[in-house]
C-alpha cells in the first residue's frame, strides 16, 4: 500500500466510526468547550419516516382571496415557502408542502400530534405593527384598524382579558413603561402605523430574569434611526405594538430610544413566545390562507408490511453479499465490506440531512445499493483480464479501475441527470413521491460512486498487495489452468 492509500485509509476509518456513531444514535450532543453549561452541536438524527410509514395530518390550504381573484404562481410559491419555514421551525421538520395551481396548497406532516396548534399557526399572517396610540392607549387584546393595508377588520374594543399587560422595553433604556389595560379603543379611529415587522432585522426568543421568556428584537439600521426619531418626537405617549391588527401591548414612550434593540416582555410561556417570534421572523404571507380541508392520515403501510418489507430487503442484501464472495472470492469479501461502508454513511447521510423516508425513497436507496455492487462488478471482471494477462496485483487492481472508470462514469452520470429531472418534476407538480424516490437514489449513487472509487480500492490494496497471486488463483475466482503459462 502506497503513501496515497494510507492517506485514504486514514479518512475511511473516522468516517466509519462517525457513521456508525450517527446511526445508533437518537440524539447527538457534543458540548461546548470554551462556553459551560452550553453545547457544541445539540440535534436530534432519529430517523424520519414519511406519511405513508408512520402516518400524520394532511391539510388543504386555499388562497382565502375571491374566486375570481388573479393569483401569480410566484406568489404562491413564496407563501409555501413561509409556511414551510414557519412550520418547520415549530419543530415540524419533516414538513412536506407541494405547491396544486392555480390557489391551492398540500401541506402533509408526519407524526403530527397537535395539528390545532400548527395549521393555527400557519393561517396567521404574521403583520407586526408598531402603532401611534397618542395620548390614549387601548387594552391589550383589542382588535383596530390602522392604516397600513386594507384590513376589514372591525374597531370595536373586545378586550375582557385580566392577565398581565405585556410591555415593550428598549434593551439599553429601561423608561418605558407598561400601559393601561382597560381603555377602549374609539369605535371610528384609524391609527397610523410608525413601521412594521419588514423594519425587523432579528427576533429571538430569551429567558426572563424573573421567569417566563420574552421576545427580544433587533431594527434595522435605517428604521433603528427612524424609530429613536420618532420616539423622541413623542415623549408621554403611547405605542401599541400589533399583531394582525391585535393589539399586543401598549408601551408608553417616556424618553428616546436609541440602539434599535428592544423587548416584548408579558405573560409568555415558552411555547406561545416561540409561536410569535416564528411569525414575526418569518414575516407576513403574500397570499391569505385558509384551510379548505384537514384530516388525520393512517399509516397506508401498517406495521406487519414495514416488518415484512425490512425482511424482504435484508433477505436481497443477503443474496447479494454471498454471490459476491462466491463468485469474486476474496475481493468480493472486500466488496462486501466497502458496501457495509456505502449503507452505514447513506443511513448516517439520511439522517443528518434529514431525509424524510418514504417507501418510494427507501425503493431508491435499495435500487442504488444494486448500482453501488455492479460497480464493483466492473472493477473485478477488469481484475480477472489484466491478472490473466500476467499483472501483478498491484499493477491488476490500478488498471482494473482505469479502464472500469469511463464505464462506471457514465452510466452514474446518466442515473444523477435523470434524478436531477424526476425531482425537477416532483418539484412542479407537486409528486413528493418522486421526490423522495429522486432523492434517495442520487444520494446512494453519489455515496455508491464513493466506495467504489476510494473505499474499495483502498481496501483491495491493504489487503492484496502482500499476496502472490500465483499462489492463490483460486482466492479472485480464476482457475489454476488459466495460469499455466505464467
Not at 356 to 379: C, E, H, P, Q, W
Not at 442 to 470: C, E, P, Q, W, Y
Request: aromatic share 8%; glycine share 8%; charged share 15%.
Amino acid at each position: 500500500m502506497n503513501r496515497r492509500q494510507y492517506n485514504w485509509l486514514i479518512l475511511i476509518i473516522p468516517l466509519i466510526a462517525l457513521a456508525i456513531w450517527v446511526d445508533v444514535s437518537k440524539q447527538i450532543t457534543i458540548p461546548n468547550p470554551f462556553k459551560s453549561q452550553t453545547n457544541l452541536i445539540d440535534r436530534n438524527v432519529q430517523t424520519r419516516l414519511g406519511l405513508d410509514l408512520r402516518g400524520g395530518l394532511q391539510v388543504l390550504l386555499e388562497a382565502d382571496l375571491p374566486a375570481d381573484a388573479a393569483i401569480s404562481s410566484a406568489d404562491l410559491n413564496v407563501t409555501r415557502q413561509i409556511l414551510e419555514s414557519r412550520a418547520n421551525a415549530l419543530g415540524v421538520s419533516e414538513v412536506v408542502m407541494q405547491v396544486a395551481p392555480p390557489r391551492r396548497i398540500v401541506a402533509e406532516f408526519p407524526g403530527l400530534q397537535d395539528p390545532g396548534e400548527v395549521v393555527a399557526s400557519l393561517q396567521e399572517t404574521g403583520l407586526l405593527e408598531f402603532v401611534d396610540m397618542g395620548t390614549t392607549p387601548v387594552a391589550a387584546g383589542t382588535i383596530i384598524q390602522t392604516d397600513y393595508g386594507t384590513s376589514t377588520a372591525t374597531s370595536t374594543a373586545t378586550s375582557t382579558s385580566t392577565t398581565e399587560t405585556p410591555t415593550i422595553t428598549p434593551t439599553s433604556n429601561p423608561s418605558v413603561t407598561p400601559a393601561p389595560t382597560e381603555t377602549p379603543a374609539a369605535t371610528t379611529t384609524i391609527y397610523h402605523t410608525v413601521m412594521t415587522g419588514a423594519a425587523l432585522s432579528s427576533v429571538n426568543v430569551q429567558a426572563a430574569t424573573l421567569g417566563g421568556f420574552n421576545i427580544a428584537f433587533t431594527l434595522k439600521s435605517d428604521s433603528a434611526t427612524m424609530f429613536a426619531d420618532y420616539t423622541g418626537s413623542h415623549i408621554n405617549q403611547y405605542l401599541a405594538i400589533v399583531l394582525d391588527k391585535r393589539v399586543i401591548s401598549v408601551p408608553s414612550i417616556n424618553s428616546k430610544i436609541t440602539g434599535g434593540q428592544g423587548i416584548i416582555q408579558g405573560s409568555f410561556t415558552q411555547d406561545s413566545a416561540n409561536t410569535l417570534a416564528i411569525q414575526l421572523r418569518y414575516g407576513s404571507l403574500p397570499i391569505p390562507i385558509k384551510v379548505v380541508e384537514s384530516q388525520s392520515v393512517g399509516a397506508t403501510l401498517g406495521a406487519e408490511s414495514v416488518s415484512r418489507s425490512e425482511v424482504a430487503g435484508g433477505i436481497g442484501l443477503l443474496i447479494v453479499i454471498l454471490f459476491m464472495v462466491i463468485y469474486y472470492r476474496l475481493p468480493g469479501f472486500i466488496a462486501d465490506l466497502a458496501l457495509m461502508v456505502y449503507a452505514m454513511v447513506s443511513l448516517m447521510l439520511f439522517k443528518l440531512i434529514p431525509v424524510v423516508l418514504t417507501l418510494s425513497g427507501i425503493a431508491g436507496f435499495i435500487l442504488s445499493i444494486g448500482m453501488a455492487v455492479d460497480a464493483n462488478i466492473l472493477i473485478f471482471e477488469r481484475l480477472k483480464e489484466e491478472l490473466r494477462a500476467g499483472r501483478t496485483l498491484h499493477q491488476a487492481i490500478d488498471l482494473a479501475w482505469k479502464r472500469a472508470w469511463p464505464s462506471i462514469r457514465d452510466s452514474n452520470s446518466s442515473t444523477l441527470i435523470t434524478c436531477i429531472i424526476l425531482f425537477w418534476f416532483g418539484s412542479a407538480f407537486g409528486a413528493s413521491v418522486v421526490k423522495g424516490f429522486a432523492l434517495t437514489l442520487a444520494l446512494g449513487v453519489l455515496v455508491s460512486l464513493f466506495t467504489a472509487i476510494i473505499v474499495t480500492r483502498t481496501f483491495l490494496h491493504g489487503v492484496l498487495d502482500n499476496i502472490k497471486f500465483t499462489e492463490h488463483p483460486r482466492w479472485f475466482g480464476i482457475q489454476e489452468s488459466h495460469n499455466e503459462s505464467h
